[in-house]
Nanobody, 124 residues
């Protein structure tokens, strides 16, 4: 069965770093476009970054220059490295998979499969 499991969240101080992981099982991650989304309390879920099967990436303006998405096909894992985090980065972070290898967009509707989320809290 297809599963996505996020990990790596936690409490971090402003300016610090985290690396989130999205482990895929039951399918070949290389056949899917993968997106990272986040949802803060009282806000809509928003796209953060995505990566397609060719390694093309896209970032929301709010995280450009600070976050980096990457993929390890051998391990079937997608990562989101978060540097220079800000309090406004506080949210539950979700990874999602679209069954189109070349897709990389920051819209929720194109992603069919979602993980359970991992909490990131940025606070001094």
């Amino acid at each position: 069965q297809l599963q996505l499991v996020e990990s790596g969240g936690g409490l971090v101080q402003p300016g610090g770093s985290l690396r989130l992981s999205c482990a895929a099982s039951g399918f070949n991650l290389d056949d899917y476009g993968i997106g990272w989304f986040r949802q803060a309390p009282g806000k809509e879920r928003e796209g953060v970054s995505c990566i397609d099967s060719d390694g093309d990436t896209l970032y929301a303006d709010s995280v450009k220059g600070r976050f980096t998405i990457s993929r390890d096909n051998a391990k079937n894992v997608v990562y989101l490295r978060m540097n220079s985090v800000k309090p406004e980065d506080t949210a539950v972070y979700y990874c999602a998979a679209a069954p189109v290898a070349g897709v990389c967009v920051l819209f929720r509707t194109v992603y069919d499969y979602w993980g359970q989320g991992t909490q990131v809290a940025v606070s001094a």
